[in-house]
């Protein structure tokens, strides 16, 4: 019987086991949850934290100094946090018993900015799109050494750190100098506004002290004015290009375009004018000559109170006057301005110390073109050998193909006039294809005759320029021109034939049967 009993017993027992086993698995299972809602409880409970931005940092006392909104407070430093780590600028976030909990990082957005300059190795100066300027501290990732006036950062301003540099490709190429190589020889026709552009510009670069002893004011710089393709880049380029071999270094050229300035940048162009100049006296200060050319000149700096657009007029003009007379210690820097309508730029851009020099670039006449044509079309070009027979000598030979492309495009004859132009005032004229004549469509026409001559060496063998090609180059470039004037507007004729006098009411192309 107690063998039974033993059993029961046993049975017994092995069933409260199981029981009991399971008993502390709920336990378990009970207690970890109350683990967890607990946390979710200390969480809801958990007062907001607090995120400041890391001033400095005091390793001895295992503080920080940290700018809560625009307070500046200094906190502790939670224990497990390695206080190493915290780098000047970055965000912290602060616990209820204002404590230093964790390390956020640098922000990864805020305020674009452009450095004006650069203060020792951990400041900069620089300007936000507002205007204001600012000194801000340079947070860790910047502090390389590798910033440049001009260039833009993302910054916080009211904390007073630069984060970022950020490259805008767009504005990193309009503020990419170049070094050009354009002599003075290389132009044609425009002798006389070359030696006044030298007066100008070399004089005062070259004997600052002459001008200084005799209390003139330097020029700042010059604008040069005329019709579009006459030379007016190429001459700018010169002046670089001259000013480099003076000073036996190179002379850096800031090329901008008026209305790619104000198109790209819409509501950013006085910033970014800002960012040209600092760029240019940041050069400049090595003692490098730097040229800055603003092509299109009207489209910027536009007679204030026209109402073409406000901010042209409002801002653009007043911060290229401010930058402009900001130049007078800076005798490195000079301004070019191009521009086919300078009745449209605002006059105090124009004034003593300013952009005083005007200079008019006209289209070529005769005696001017072949000058130009004399710079293309040289000897040493292969010439067709008959021609060549013919009038005795390589020379002559080009001598004769320039004379013929100058009949053409000098003949003024009923049976060559292009367009009858009226006047708003009432008059007529009548426009003939030297009245299209640039310097740049010579170019276009010698070019467009040497390959033909190339094509007609590959079709026949025979080699050499003709008279034939020349024509077919002067035909060509005329038709262009006339297609292109079919298309514009009669206030972009007058621009382009240099109308003075009257507006264009209407054009009439001429038939000729
Ligand atoms: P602009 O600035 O007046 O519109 P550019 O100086 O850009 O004109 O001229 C365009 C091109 O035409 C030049 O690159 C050059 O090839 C040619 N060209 C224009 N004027 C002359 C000139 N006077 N002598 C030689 N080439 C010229």
Redesign the pocket.
């Known amino acids: 019987m107690p063998d039974q009993n033993t059993a029961q017993l046993r049975l017994q027992i092995s069933g409260l086991e199981e029981k009991n086993g399971n008993l502390t698995d709920a336990l378990i299972r009970a207690r970890k949850q109350i683990i967890d809602l607990q946390a979710e409880v200390d969480m809801i409970n958990r007062p907001p934290s607090t995120i400041g931005v890391l001033v400095s940092a005091h390793p001895l006392t295992l503080e920080v100094e940290v700018l809560i909104g625009s307070r500046r407070m200094r906190l502790p430093v939670a224990p497990d946090l390695d206080f190493t780590a915290l780098s000047p600028g970055s965000l912290l976030r602060i616990d209820e018993r204002q404590t230093v909990a964790q390390s956020l990082g640098f922000p990864r957005e805020g305020t674009l900015a452009t450095v004006l300059e650069v203060l020792g190795n951990d400041r900069v100066l620089a300007a936000s799109n507002n205007g204001a300027d600012h000194i801000l501290h340079l947070a860790g990732p910047l502090r390389h050494g590798t910033l440049r006036a001009g260039d833009n950062i993302m910054c916080d301003p009211r904390a007073g750190f630069a984060y970022e540099r950020i490259v805008r490709t767009d504005v990193e190429d309009l503020l990419t100098p170049e070094v050009p190589d354009v002599p003075y020889s290389?132009?044609?026709?425009?002798d006389e506004q070359i030696a006044q552009v030298r007066d100008a510009i070399e004089l005062p670069f070259t004997h600052p002290e002459l001008f200084r002893r005799y209390d003139l004011r330097p020029p700042r710089g010059i604008l040069l004015y005329?019709p579009?393709?006459?030379?007016?880049?190429?001459?700018a380029k010169a002046v670089a290009t001259a000013l480099s071999a003076e000073h036996s270094q190179k002379t850096y050229f800031i090329s901008i375009k008026g209305p790619e300035l104000l198109n790209k940048f819409v509501g950013e162009t006085e910033r970014h004018i800002r960012a040209i100049f600092t760029r240019a006296r940041a050069l400049a200060s090595s003692d490098v000559p730097v040229v800055i050319f603003f092509?299109e000149m009207e489209a910027l700096f536009r007679t204030r109170g026209t109402g073409i657009s406000s901010d042209v007029e409002t801002m653009i003009v007043p911060q290229l006057l401010a930058e402009m007379d900001g130049l007078e210690a800076m005798e490195n820097v000079v301004v070019i301005g191009?521009s086919n309508r300078p009745d449209m730029i605002d006059p105090a851009v124009l004034r003593p110390g300013r952009l005083d020099v005007r200079i008019r670039?006209d289209r070529?006449n005769r005696r001017q073109a072949h000058d130009?044509f004399t710079?293309y079309l040289t000897p040493d070009l292969p010439i067709s050998p008959e021609l060549i027979a013919v009038e005795g000598s390589a020379e002559a030979a080009v001598e004769l193909l320039i004379e013929r492309a100058l009949d053409r495009l000098y003949v003024r004859d009923s049976a060559s006039a292009l367009f009858e132009i009226r006047l708003t005032n009432g008059q007529f004229d009548i426009l003939y294809p030297s009245d299209l004549v640039?310097?740049?469509m010579?170019?276009g026409i010698v070019e467009r005759a040497k390959k033909a001559a190339i094509k007609d060496s590959l079709a026949t063998g025979e080699s050499g320029l003709t008279t034939a090609h020349v024509l077919k180059g002067v035909e060509e470039e005329m038709r262009e021109s006339l297609e292109l004037a079919s298309t514009t507007t009669p206030e972009e004729w007058a621009r382009t034939v240099g109308l003075r006098g009257g507006e264009v009411a209407n054009i009439t192309p001429i038939q000729h049967d």
């Open positions: 290389a132009i044609g026709g425009l005329g579009p393709g006459s030379g007016k880049t190429l001459i092509d191009a670039i070529p130009i710079k640039s310097g740049a010579i170019a």
